[in-house]
């Protein structure tokens, strides 16, 4: 069945170096992925998504490029903020049809000290 | 900040008692899902729903596990009768109907079974 492999699950690091997050996935079907960020308390919300092969999508310092021929979308920032410190997740959307549940990795705590 | 609204957002039970939870999703949003999110973070998609209709569901075991989705009123999830192991958060999200569409989620109710 469809999967969705995070390697890390915990990332701590220094304020201003860069980061990358590990993600890969298997399906029988046209993918679309999405990164999702979750901080301490909050709801997750949206970071990036993308279903086109080879094209770097952006958004709040973080980019990441799904590549078809690796099943990977793997999440990057090149200098990392103390407020990034939270809880990321890639997901992935399973099915044709909309509506349908994302399957989500088991998720990447980064942890940014000063 | 969300629009997904979750109420409550604790909730403690003893074990046999009932549990139930309830989210009023995105204004416009036809499709509510329903996840558990255990204390390692993985996420366990539960159901969906498409204008009051499932749309996928997992095999809720023992049946102890209900959800709704009424017109005009808030969706609901309901335990019959809580187990420690249901501890947990419960996350509602809604979405548009669509492959590619972002999916909104409410900031969670935190089931503890004592």
């Known amino acids: 069945g469809d999967s969705v492999t995070q390697t890390e699950g915990l990332v701590t690091l220094t304020k201003g170096l860069p980061v990358m997050l590990n993600c890969t996935y298997q399906?029988?079907?046209?993918?679309?992925l999405f990164w999702y960020v979750q901080h301490l308390n909050e709801a997750p919300k949206l970071l990036l998504k993308?279903?086109?092969?080879?094209k770097r999508t952006e958004h709040q310092g973080f980019y990441a490029t799904l590549h078809k021929s690796s099943s990977s979308f793997h999440l990057q920032k090149s200098s990392v903020q103390l407020s990034d410190s939270a809880l990321y997740f890639c997901?992935?959307?399973?099915?044709?049809?909309?509506?349908?549940?994302?399957?989500f990795g088991t998720g990447t705590t980064v942890s940014v000290s000063p | 900040n969300s629009k997904v609204i979750q109420t409550p957002r604790y909730l403690v039970k003893g074990q046999g008692q009932k549990a139930k939870m309830r989210c009023i999703p995105e204004?416009?949003?036809?499709?509510v899902f329903w996840y558990q999110q255990n204390k390692n973070n993985e996420f366990k998609f539960l159901i969906n729903?498409?204008?009051?209709?499932?749309?996928?569901q997992i095999d809720m075991t023992e049946k102890r596990f209900s959800a709704e989705c009424p017109s005009n009123s808030p969706c609901s999830l309901e335990i019959q009768s809580s187990e420690a192991g249901d501890s947990a958060l419960y996350l509602c999200?809604?979405?548009?109907?669509?492959?590619?569409?972002?999916?909104?989620f409410g900031k969670g109710t935190r089931l503890t079974v004592v």
């Open positions: 729903f498409q204008n009051q209709e499932v749309l996928q």
């Open positions: 999200a809604s979405s548009l109907a669509g492959r590619n569409t972002e999916v909104f």
């Open positions: 204004k416009g949003h036809p499709v």
């Open positions: 993308s279903s086109t092969d080879n």
């Open positions: 399906t029988t079907y046209s993918p679309f």
């Open positions: 997901a992935l959307s399973d099915t044709l049809q909309g509506g349908r549940a994302l399957i």
